[in-house]
RNA sequence: GCCAGCUUAGCUCAGCGGUAGAGCAACGGUUUUGUAAACCGUGGGUCGUCGGUUCAAUCCCGACAGCUGGCUCCA
C-alpha cells in the first residue's frame, strides 16, 4: 500500500481533537525530552537505511521514551532490534548536526510529493497558516519537525538507548484510517540511567499482579469454561475483596449509607429508559431473549391473529375508499326518467372520514406490532452499571424532600462487553464488582453531599498510604450535545459550576479535561500513584441530571411539588478487581496484616506432643477472634518451614520450641523483616488483634 | 475489533523433522530440627485446538482460540 499515490488518501481525523503544542510550549522541551525526540529521528535515520522505501508518519518523545510511526510492507519484529539499534550507533557516531531550516508550504508540499510521503503531506496540512514550517536534517534524514533537537546525534550515547517493542498504531489514532507500525524505545543521558530505568521495569514486572496473583493464589482466569475477562477469586483473593467490601461498609454506614440488593439483570425497557442503551450499546453483553411460556404463546398468538385481522379489515376499508375515491372521481352519470320527468344523479356524495380511518389503521397498526413483539419473548440485559436499578429502588416509594439525601449502596457485579483487545488481568475485566452507591439530593444538599463524597476517598486512600493523588474533571463538549452528551446545555453548565466550585472550595488538587464527561453529567476521576510511582484510574464520581428526569423519579418538596432530585454516582474504591490489582502492585504482594490472606502462620520445630498442643492452642484461640490462621505442624526443618511461609508471604509467623512452651512464650518473626524476639503469649495475641483492628499499615 | 509476539508437566523454562527433558511443586517414605529450603523414591504431558505438507510434525505451513504488548504523550 506505500507509495500508492494513484488514489488520493482521504484519511479520517483524530477521534477527539487534541490541542496542538505549541511553539512555546515545545520551545520548554526540557533536555530528556529533546534528547529522546532527537533519538527518535536517529531511529527513523536508521530505518531508512535499511529499508528505504519506508513511509514516516511522526516521531514524538513520550514520557517513557519515544516512538516513530511507519508504513512498511517489511513487518519489524524483535528480531530487527539489533541490526536497527547498530545501524543508530553508526549514526551516532557519525555526529551529524540537527539542522533547523524553514521551507514554504509549497516547497514542503513538492519536496513530500516527490517522495511520495503521503502520510507527512497530512500532517503538513495540520500545520495551521501562518506557523512556520520547519523542517530538521541530520545528515541524509530530512523530517518535517517543529523541533527542539539536541545539537548533534553524538549527543545521544551510543549505550544510552534501547528499542523496546514494535506496535501497530492507526494513523491519528483513527481505526478508519491505515495502520502503520511503530517502534518505540527509550533514551537517557548515558547508560547507566538506561540501566536505572530497566531495573525499574523489571521491579514493575516482578510486582505485576498477573503474576504475584498467580503466585499466591489470589484470583484465576478460565478462558476455556468461563471466558476470558472472567475473574475467579480463590479462597485468597476472595479475602482481599471481603476485607475490602468490609472497609467500604463500615466507613459508608458511617456516613449515612443504606445498603440495597439488585438483581444482575433488567429488561430492556430499563435501558431504554436510562439512555444506556444508545450510549452505551456496544459495551454491553449482548442480550437475551426469553421465550414464552405454551400458555402465553397461544394468547399471544391469538392476540395477534386478533390484531392481524383487525388490521385487514381496516386496511381493506382503505383500500375500499381508495377505490372509491377513484369510482368517484369518474364523470358523474346522470339518468333520465322520461316517463316521471325526473333525473337521478348516481353519484355518492358521502365520502368516508379518510383522516379518521388512518388514525385507525396507524393505531392497529402499532397493535399488531406490539402483539408481534409479545410473541418474541422478553430481552433481558446484563447490567452494565447498577444505576437504573437503584433509579427503581428510588421509585419503588414515595420519597419526601426529607428522605434526602438518600443514600443507596450496594456491592452490584456488573458486566461489561470490553473488546477483547482491551481485556488486562485484574484492570480490564468483563464482570467487575463496583464499589457503588448513589446519593440522591437536592440542588441545595449537593455541595455538602459531594465534598463529603471527596473526603471519603482520601479516607481510603489514608488507609493505603497513597499519597500522591490527582482527581481529573471531566466536562461535556458543547458541540457534541445530543450525540456523546445528553442535550441539556443549561443543566450542563449548572453542574459543572457546581462541581467546580466545589472542588476550587475544598483546595483538592484536580485538573480539568474536556470532553471527557459521562453522557449524563460531568465526571470526575481520581488517579492514583502506586509505590513505584505507576498511575492507576481507581475512583470514580459522576454527576447525574439526567437520567433520574428519564425515569420520573421525583420527591414532594416542602411546597407540595413534585421535583427531579440530583443523583450522584460514585466509587471510591472503582471496582473491586481493578483496586486489588493496583494493591497487589502497590504492596508487591506484602500485604498488611488487616489485608492479608493468610494472616498469621504457627510454625513448630519438630512435631513433639506438647509443642503441637501449644500450636493448636494458639490457632484456636486466634481463630476464635476471627484471625486467618494456619498451622505447620510438620517435621520439616524450621528452616525449611521459615522459607515456605516467607515465599507464601504469610504477614506474622508464630515460632514455638521448647523454650517457647516453657516460657509461655511465641517467638515472632515477620515476613520480610525477620525476627522479632520472643514475647509472651498474651502480649502477642493482643497486638495482633490490636493491628488488625485499627488496620494498621 | 485491528497489528505484532507468545502458547511444551500445576509453576519457571530447555529441546528437536524420527512419537519429550530439568528445577520447583505434588505424592510416598526416611529425617526430629531455633529463624529463607535435610535426604531418597514415585507419578505426571494427545507439546493450545483444528486442518495441511511429509514415509514421519511438538518442530514446517494455514486457520482458530487464549494470553501479552500496542492502537496520537500529534510536524
Redesign the pocket.
Known sequence: MQNDESSQPNFEN???E?Q??T?DQRAQMDDLMRLRHSCAHIMATAVLRLWPDALLD???P???GFYYDFDLSH?F??DDFAKIEETMRQVVKENQVFEKSIKTRDEARAFFEAKGQKFKLE?LG??PEG????FYQNGEFV????GPHVMRTGNVKPGGFKLL??????F????KNP?L??LYGTAFKNKEELENWVKLQEEAKRRDH?KIG?EMGLFA?D?EYVG??LALWLPKGAVLVEELEKLAKETEFQAGYVRVKTPHLAKEKMYKTSGHLPYYAESMFPAMELPLEPEQKTKAERDLAVAQAKYDKLEKQVKATDEFKAEAEKPVRIQFDSQNQTATIERNLEFPISEQLAADLIESEELLAKAENRLKGDRYYLKAMNCPHHHRIFAAEPRSYRDLPLRLAEYGTCYRYE???????LMRVRALNMNDAHIYCTADQFAAEFNAVNEMYLKHFKVFGLDRYQMRFSTHDPARLGDKFVNEPELWKQTEDMVRRVLIESGINYVEVPNEAAFYGPKIDVQVWSTIGREFTIATNQVDFAVPARFGLTYRDRDNTDKTPLCIHRAPLGTHERFIGFLIEHYAGNFPLWLAPEQVRVLT????QPIVDYAKSIVQELRSQFVRIEADLS??????K???A??AKVHT?L?I????LEAGNI?V?LH?K??QG?KAKAEVVADILAAIKERRA
Open positions: 483524530a477521534k477527539s487534541v496542538r503544542k511553539l511522526i516521531g514524538p513520550t514520557e517513557e513487518r519484529s524483535p500532517r495540520d500545520i506557523e512556520a514550517i520547519s523530517d518535517l519537525c517543529a517493542k514494535v506496535a501497530s498504531a492507526y491519528r489514532g483513527n481505526e495502520q507500525q511503530r498477573r498467580a482466569f478462558a476470558p475477562g473488546q477483547s483487545g482491551e481485556l488486562f488481568g520445630i519438630g512435631d513433639d517435621t520439616n526443618p524450621i528452616k525449611a521459615i522459607a515456605e516467607e515465599k509467623m515460632v520450641g521448647g523454650r517457647d517467638s518473626r520480610s525477620g525476627p520472643a
